[in-house]
């Protein structure tokens, strides 16, 4: 026998390089160069400085949502509730503030609402067994809700003693000219992907979305895994809440309407699969940058804003039919 | 000595008498076959020794000393693997991840653990090569045959150091060359000393490879004896019924 059995079980299945080329976060990301040469070659307005700055801290919020995001869809879940996640923890930091507490009791305050929001979310899910996406379909409404009853569905704009610091967190550039939510999303994604790929808990997370039952049979700790997902859905909806506070310099009862599309859109786009075990972190990112440069091309290249929603459909399906096709071969 | 002993082993759920009063023992290295019709208390009686479940009545015993299994973890650190009937794989994760799931090797220190890849695919390849199955731990679960899903599910019961292993259906489902390869699975296994309770409807499985076979009806034991003293035709009649007891 030419080949022993020893080779054959050392022998990898693909290269690296083909490993690349399957999959769909490549070819967006190859899409996003594409694109980004394009609109440096046909508009004077894309490469410059202040326009690349504009759509890199864009993306932030929508990408720092994803990648809580990308996680609950791994474990084969869906969390509707981020956008008014959001809106409820910036309320909850914006009212602390006013009321002339500090930045750090505003922040603890709007991170532990978050915590506790995704706690409910998770016990209600993992442990009562009810449909995830009528969970946060409930909490979409109850979390809004309850930032209009903090606020008194006003414009909070002043931050007490606190506000410039505030406002530097989230509008400043302190690293190289780099916007500071940028930074921020940088650090979570590198989290985010570094406990995906090399911890117990990321495992765990993959083998959910794969097989529940499975994963339960062979002593993984399924429904604490679970819960621990949806609070850090609900906690990258606050930290982005908290960073947008910043940067907005008010809290309206309506910010992040809407935004959960948005965030589940960017996640599919990067490769997460709706049907779970699929997904990383860096697909989160990718996915949430190809939307807002759709989005910004269109206003450059002077296209009415109302193809906008067109555009970013189209890629939607685009990404999905991707996996589609390479599925079929695979079937064949 | 025998490795496992079930000593008046019964269970109920409610009125229904699932398994009722169930005695035998298992000796290391040894194949039992056990066989019976759906709802004859095979499951059952599996679940219990599995840790599952625990007996309404009746004693488990390791060993010579009595033990009780409180949930199934419990039952793995006394040494009793299970090969489940969908052999429970995520089919998103590699073969090698599908080993050690829920056994994952880390390295590090302290507190600060991450998944040691490279040992968990160097000992994986060293299973697959000992159960001498072509698995490649690095490749998808999903793109594996019948044969290999099978070998990496009796893998997972060669990381520690497995007394008894328990197998649902094994053969259900795979194809007649992939058969084949599960019952060499199953001789290589009980070559080490491993005690093998074999479920299956298949009777020339169950024939090829035990050395024993136990027959279940209605929840009672309704025969034990070796393979070489009985016949396909009895286990057929032991399993409907036309031969009440042997």
């Known amino acids: 026998m030419a080949i022993t059995l020893d080779q054959t079980i050392a022998q990898k299945q693909q290269s690296w390089l083909s490993a690349k080329l399957g999959s769909q976060t490549f070819w967006v990301v190859i899409a996003i160069v594409l694109a980004c040469l394009f609109l440096s070659y046909a508009t004077d307005s894309f490469a410059t400085s202040k326009n690349l700055y504009n759509i890199t801290r864009n993306v932030t919020f929508v990408a720092i949502v994803a990648l809580g995001m990308t996680l609950v869809i791994i474990t084969g879940g869906i969390d509707l509730s981020v956008g008014s996640v959001l809106c409820l923890c910036s309320m909850i930091l914006a009212v602390v503030m006013h009321a002339g507490y500090s930045i750090e009791i505003g922040i603890a305050a709007a991170i532990g609402t978050a915590l506790v929001v995704g706690a409910f979310n998770g016990v209600l899910i993992a442990y009562l067994g009810f449909p995830p996406f009528v969970v946060t379909l409930g909490m979409l409404s109850i979390a809004r809700s309850l930032a209009m009853v903090a606020s008194n569905n006003t414009v909070v704009f002043e931050f007490g003693p606190d506000h410039d610091l505030l406002l530097a967190l989230g509008g400043g550039a302190w690293f190289f000219g780099i916007a500071n939510p940028v930074l921020y999303m940088i650090v979570l994604a590198l989290i985010t992907g570094f406990v995906l790929r090399w911890t117990r808990f990321g495992r765990h997370v993959y083998a959910i979305g794969g097989n529940e039952q499975a994963a339960r049979l062979t002593g993984v700790p399924v429904r604490p895994i679970k819960v621990a997902v949806y609070m850090i859905s609900a906690l990258s909806a606050g930290i982005a809440g908290i960073i947008q506070t910043g940067w907005l310099g008010a809290v309206t009862t309506n910010i992040g309407a809407g935004m959960e599309l948005q965030v589940i859109a960017a996640a599919v786009i990067g490769g997460a699969n709706l049907a779970g075990g699929i997904g990383t972190a860096f697909g989160a990112i990718v996915g949430a940058a190809l939307i807002e440069i759709i989005r910004n091309s269109l206003g450059l290249l002077g296209i009415n804003a109302f193809w906008q929603g067109t555009f970013i459909g189209g890629a939607i399906v685009m990404a999905v039919l991707f996996e589609r096709v390479r599925n079929f071969r695979q079937n064949d | ?246």
């Open chain 2, 1 to 246: 000595m025998a490795v496992l002993e079930l000593v008046n082993i019964s269970k109920h759920f409610g009125a229904i008498q699932a398994v009722n009063d169930v005695s035998f023992s298992l000796e290391p290295g040894e194949v039992v076959g056990l066989m019976g019709d759906n709802g004859a208390g095979k499951s059952t009686l599996v679940k219990m020794i599995a840790g599952n479940f625990r007996p309404s009545e009746g004693r488990l015993k390791m060993d010579g000393s009595e033990i009780v299994l409180h949930r199934p973890v419990e039952a793995r650190r006394h040494g009793i693997e299970i090969v489940h009937q969908d052999l429970a794989l995520c089919n998103n994760l590699t073969a090698a991840a599908n080993v050690f799931l829920g056994r994952e090797l880390r390295r590090g220190i302290g507190p600060f653990q991450v998944l040691d890849y490279a040992a968990m695919y160097r000992r994986a390849g060293e299973i697959f090569n000992e159960l001498k199955s072509e698995t490649r731990p690095r490749d998808l679960v999903k793109q594996m045959s019948g044969g290999q899903r099978q070998a990496v599910a009796i893998a997972r019961t060669r990381l520690s150091d497995a007394k008894i292993v328990l197998m649902d259906e094994p053969t259900a489902a795979i194809s007649v060359r992939q058969v084949a390869e599960v019952l060499n699975l199953i001789r290589l296994l009980r070559d080490q000393g491993i005690a093998i309770v074999l479920i299956s409807h298949r009777m020339p499985d169950v024939f090829t490879v035990a050395d024993r076979v136990i027959v279940m009806r209605r929840g009672q034991k309704v025969a034990d004896k070796k393979i070489a003293d009985s016949s396909p035709e009895e286990v057929t009649g032991l399993i409907t019924g036309a031969i009440e007891r042997v």
